[in-house]
């Protein structure tokens, strides 16, 4: 009897094992689809942008892509940031004093000539065992752009499957495909400007030429609008696009800049998504 009751016991004990292992699987299992399947919308979402951008910007285009959030863990400065470097394959490896904070940094490049995405990770303790992780992907050139999205798919994978709680963004920047400011037949000084000043109407014109083009793409509907003498920005709900930003209790996927460059002469489109975090 005593046998039977052990064997009884023995058994019970074995089958809560394999219930939780298997429980333990199945998390895993779900939480790795759900970070390939964020991971996969950023891809969707920059290729989108690409096509896009295509009518917006003339000459080359410079994109930045960034993977950016929190990371809980108890490993040291060196040894949390060598763990991403490793996984993400980045070998240049050092460390930087910014603002009294130790930084550190990893650089690599994939690709040869023409065709190079660039990389770069940043890790800065917050508190122990909390860190604040930087991911920033640029392409070299126009030649690498088709392989942005892939690249950005492939290593914000890498960080989520890590634990980092990490969000996507990202920009594209280059020279507005619209004719110079000098054609424009009231781009002339006035009363109101000083010398060298514009007048508001073109960027203005300018820019609504930009969101047609845009809307040819992208199901787009405005929420938040800036204008000065310019500089044109508005931001925009997107059906199209999956990956999505709070601001002013409304969901943003994308943000359109123009802004007159003084120095060039010419004006610089910005196109971000959610939200442009760089400058424009």
Known sequence: MKNRWGILMVAIVVGAIIIKSLNTAGTAAMADAAYSAEAASSR???????????????????????????????????????????????????????????????????????????????????????????????????????????????????????????????????EAAVVSAPDWPDFWQNDSAGAGEANPMPALAAFAKLESRMKEQLKLRAAESFADERTVSKSYSAEDLPIKARSAGQEISLQLALHWNTESERYDVSIGSPLLTVEY
């Open 44 to 174: 969707t979402q920059l290729s989108q942008l690409l096509a896009a951008s295509e009518g917006l910007i003339q000459g080359s285009r410079q994109a930045t892509v960034k993977w950016q959030g929190e990371w809980h863990t108890m490993l040291s400065l060196e040894v949390a940031g060598e763990r991403l470097a490793d996984r993400l394959g980045l070998a240049d490896r050092y460390t930087e004093k910014v603002h009294g904070n130790q930084v550190f940094y990893a650089e690599g490049s994939s690709g040869e000539a023409e065709d190079v995405i660039h990389g770069k990770l940043a890790l800065t303790l917050q508190e122990e065992g909390s860190y604040y992780v930087i991911l920033r992907l640029e392409n070299g050139a126009d030649e690498s752009l088709q392989r942005l999205p892939q690249a950005g798919e492939s290593w914000g994978e890498l960080l989520l499957r890590e634990g980092v709680r990490a969000k996507w963004n990202a920009a594209l920047q280059g």
